[in-house]
T-cell receptor
């Protein structure tokens, strides 16, 4: 049973460029989440999928951000026209979903660290 | 108002001793879940323990236990017999369960724990 994987682990880009991150959840998990974590802070929720449906987007997710989860498997997070303020760790998590929420523990991937120069 | 408060800036503990990491929360939702995650320097968030608001007993998972005081809205993590590998950031998080399908986590700012040999 492999855990959540994310690619790439590190990304350095110039301001104004577009970047795309990928997340592969635990195989039987139908819920997938994206969070952003800046230095010295806890993760902040960005968006959430149940299967292929994107059910909620945070106000943190500006129009430059878009996330997809085609076929309810892996997910991508794209940031267009990156800004220096986008520099952060982007964390993906997945959970089994269904049944009692109490058992719906989120398991996190290793994260993608983005640096915008 | 902050939903999760972790005010201890940094904690030190001697190896093999017990340590308590504080967490207070704020919610009007009668149904919620409380989680603790560990984040080593590598960056991955590791799930430690879960406590449901309706659970009658405090949660325990190996060396981790949760001191849940519902009336005080506190959910402190107790680590017994500290090990050098316990040195990391520790995050308390809450999920409010009555908000429908969304099961996002709200995190505190975290506490740094350093275990001394």
């Amino acid at each position: 049973d492999t855990g959540v994987s994310q690619d790439p682990r590190h990304k350095i880009t110039k301001r104004g460029q577009n970047v795309t991150f990928r997340c592969d959840p635990i195989s039987e998990h139908n819920r997938l989440y994206w969070y952003r974590q800046t230095l010295g802070q806890g993760p902040e929720f960005l968006t959430y999928f149940q299967n292929e449906a994107q059910l909620e987007k945070s106000r943190l997710l500006s129009d430059r951000f878009s996330a997809e989860r085609p076929k309810g498997s892996f997910s991508t997070l794209e940031i267009q026209r990156t800004e220096q303020g986008d520099s952060a760790m982007y964390l993906c998590a997945s959970s089994l979903g269904g049944g009692r929420l109490g058992t719906d523990t989120q398991y996190f991937g290793p994260g993608t660290r983005l640096t915008v120069l | 108002a902050q939903k999760i408060t972790q005010t201890q800036p940094g904690m030190f503990v001697q190896e093999k001793e017990a340590v308590t990491l504080d967490c207070t929360y704020d919610t009007s939702d009668p149904s919620y879940g409380l989680f603790w995650y560990k984040q080593p320097s590598s960056g991955e968030m590791i799930f430690l323990i879960y406590q449901g608001s309706y659970d009658q007993q405090n949660a325990t998972e190996g060396r981790y236990s949760l001191n849940f005081q519902k009336a005080r809205k506190s959910a402190n993590l107790v680590i017994s017999a500290s090990q050098l590998g316990d040195s990391a950031m520790y995050f308390c998080a809450m999920r409010e369960d009555s908000t429908g399908a969304n099961s996002k986590l709200t995190f505190g700012k975290g506490i740094t724990l350093s275990v001394r040999p």
